[in-house]
């Protein structure tokens, strides 16, 4: 890395920091991300001038002056994020905090046709109604729109998606609907992007929604694969010849774990299911025990072939976090190699992971780009003047030119006083030539 892509990182490590905790101090930076005091104190400076960073209130004095807090200024920008699935419509604003300021959650069936994106962005409009004035509108950075399926970034593709049906199904008509930058994003990338990369630096997303999908995360960065298709763990086989899967196929793991695995044909929805267990209704327990048993071969799996975190996430992610005990207990049961459990994390965001994630990529640009803005500018040149010298322009060119020129005219004047037929024998030296006579 060189000394300016350092200099970027570290201020970037820095704001990451700060966004990811309620507030903080210099001193707490410094020790935490092993930093020098003068180079937290440079960086800080620069951030609570240019309004990213502000300070939110003293600690208590330990015998000297009193310091500082700081926290990120969670309304200096914000993005927009959108979760499209089959049936519903996501939507989330996100500061720079990384807290959602508002959602919604519509019943919106998913048509491949123009109508369905004008109806994406009226809803969209309505939702922002709020950020209508110059000023807000400036703060908002872009929308990310999170889409269940194979994501080429570069064309603007949907290569295939079996929940929507899609195969190579261009998304510059929903991009185009929409008067800022868009981004899209597989969504279980998009939850994994949700997550703080800076804690896991190495890790699993398992997004257990009504489909089963997954992301990876390696050295901080998403990790997609050759063909983009990294993380498809829903079809990995986990029963062979077992329950039919939506992709044809049998024994799927989408077909036991996602959560549309606990409601079958039933018109119910996951969080009906999750009621009759908390009523403790004996189909809905049994139900249960056996979905936590396939989830629990799933992870063992994946923990044995991967050897990372693990983080469960999406819809049933959000349920799970009440379960552990009892999933933990049988992925023991699977796997004897790990004496606890604490590569198995549970999810920051639960329904909107997909959405908050797909906003965060304008975020984190913007942090960047900032930081990147900020560097150049800490660097000024003197102003000048350019003056005519006539003196100087004859001392600097006329005279070197004038001098080449006649070095010039004599080495060639030299040079042709020979004999073709003795320049051709490359005998080159008139006074060798004089003596050889």
């Not at 807090?69 to 604003?93: D, E």
């Not at 079996?162 to 190579?168: D, F, G």
């Not at 660097?379 to 005519?388: E, F, Q, R």
Request: aromatic residues 10%.
């Amino acid at each position: 890395m060189s000394g300016l892509e350092k200099k970027f990182a570290t201020k970037s490590k820095i704001v990451n920091y700060i966004i990811n905790r309620e507030s903080t101090s210099k001193v707490e930076i410094s020790k935490e991300l092993n930093l020098s005091m003068p180079t937290v104190l440079s960086n800080v400076k620069d951030l609570l001038e240019k309004g990213i960073i502000i300070e939110t209130g003293e600690y208590e004095s330990t015998g000297g002056r009193k310091a500082k807090s700081i926290g990120i200024n969670p309304s200096y920008r914000y993005a927009m994020g959108i979760v499209i699935t089959a049936n519903h419509l996501g939507m989330v604003l996100v500061n720079l905090k990384y807290e959602i300021v508002k959602s919604e959650r519509i019943r919106l069936k998913f048509v491949s046709d123009m109508s369905y994106c004008s109806q994406v962005a009226d809803y969209a409009a309505k939702f922002l109604d709020h950020m209508n004035d110059a000023e807000q509108k400036e703060k908002l950075l872009g929308v990310g729109i999170s889409i269940p399926g194979i994501i080429n970034q570069e064309q603007k593709l949907v290569i295939k998606s079996h929940a929507l049906k899609l195969e190579n199904y261009s998304l510059s008509f929903l991009e185009q609907a929409f008067s800022v930058p868009v981004y899209f994003s597989n969504d279980a990338n998009a939850a994994m992007m949700a997550e703080d990369m800076n804690t896991y630096q190495n890790a699993i997303y398992l997004s257990l929604n009504q489909t089963l999908g997954g992301a990876f995360c390696i050295g901080g960065n998403l990790f997609s694969g050759e063909n983009q298709k990294a993380g498809e763990f829903g079809h990995m086989i986990l029963v062979p010849q077992g329950r039919k899967c939506y992709c044809g196929k049998s024994g799927c793991a989408d077909a036991y774990c996602a959560a549309g695995a606990l409601v079958g044909e039933s018109k119910d929805s996951v969080e009906q299911f999750m009621q009759l267990l908390q009523n403790n209704d004996e189909k809905a327990e049994k139900k249960w025990e056996e979905y936590l048993d396939y989830l629990a071969i799933l992870i063992s799996n994946l923990r044995m072939a991967y050897d990372m975190d693990i983080i469960l996430g999406g819809e049933m992610g959000g349920y799970l976090s009440d379960y552990m005990i009892p999933l933990g207990e049988k992925v023991m049961k699977y796997n004897g190699f790990d004496h606890d459990l604490r590569y198995l994390k549970n999810c920051s965001y639960k329904k909107e992971a997909s959405a908050v994630g797909a906003a965060k990529h304008f975020l984190q640009d913007f942090i960047k780009d900032v930081c990147a803005d900020m560097y150049y500018g800490s660097y000024s040149l003197p102003t000048y003047v350019t003056v005519w010298n006539g003196e100087a322009f004859g001392l600097t060119t006329l005279v070197p030119v004038v001098i080449m020129l006649v070095v010039n005219y004599g080495v060639l004047r030299h040079k042709l006083k020979l004999s073709p037929l003795k320049f051709l024998r490359r005998t080159l030296n008139l006074r060798q030539i004089t003596i050889c006579r």
